[in-house]
């Protein structure tokens, strides 16, 4: 076999395995009943949240709401998400406090593949951090990068424009998802989950 057959082979391969993981990754069933976020749960949001220019989500981490570009995705973080208009646009700017109910909670695991040119020793860069860690690959490889993400589908009368609440952080193998107590923990005073 030359290099150029090895190398396809190794990116076909690389590219297959989100495949092969999400299968085994099946929604809802990586997480212990402890864990879980079970339907009929309550969040409180206890004070307005904003939704900036025309985006539909608004974030939480460390009991704060950032901007998304403020995000670290290596540590907990989570985000309230408004239904849209017909052409993409979030159909409200701000919302009020109310209580919603959890209809509907499902985990799982995200692959995202990095580029061959992320850097030596698999570092990759993000928001101007080189950061190293066990992606499942190297230079000559493909690494992956795992989000691990529990989402909640919200109702309320007061607020039918809310959609969701997702939390998650970014990892690499083999870590889990959030516990209900860690995802309590990232909301601090702005929501409750009871």
């Avoid at 993981?21 to 079970?38: D, F, I, K």
């Avoid at 995202?112 to 000559?140: E, H, T």
């Avoid at 997702?166 to 990232?186: F, K, Q, W």
Wanted: charged share 20%; aromatic share 8%.
């Amino acid at each position: 076999m030359n290099a150029t057959t090895t190398r396809l082979l190794t990116r076909a391969a690389a590219l297959c395995m989100p495949v092969f993981l999400g299968a085994c990754a099946a929604t809802g069933e990586n997480q212990s009943a402890g864990q879980r976020v079970a339907d009929g749960t309550r969040v409180e949001l206890n004070q307005p949240l904003r939704f900036p220019g025309r985006s539909a989500r608004a974030y939480v981490q460390f009991g704060e709401t950032l901007r998304r570009n403020d995000v670290n995705e290596w540590a907990p973080y989570c985000s309230f998400g408004l239904n849209r208009n017909r052409d993409g646009a979030p159909l409200v700017r701000e919302v009020g406090p109310t209580t919603f109910t959890v209809s509907d909670s499902r985990s799982g695991v995200d692959v995202s593949l990095v580029p061959d040119d992320a850097g030596p020793a698999g570092l990759i860069r993000d928001r101007g951090i080189m950061v190293a860690g066990q992606f499942g690959g190297g230079r000559g490889g493909t690494p992956a990068l795992h989000i691990y993400y529990t989402t909640m589908s919200l109702y309320s009368e007061q607020q039918p424009q809310v959609d969701d609440l997702t939390c998650a952080y970014r990892g690499s193998l083999p870590d889990r998802n959030l516990t209900v107590e860690e995802i309590r923990d990232t909301l601090g005073d702005i929501a409750r989950l009871y």
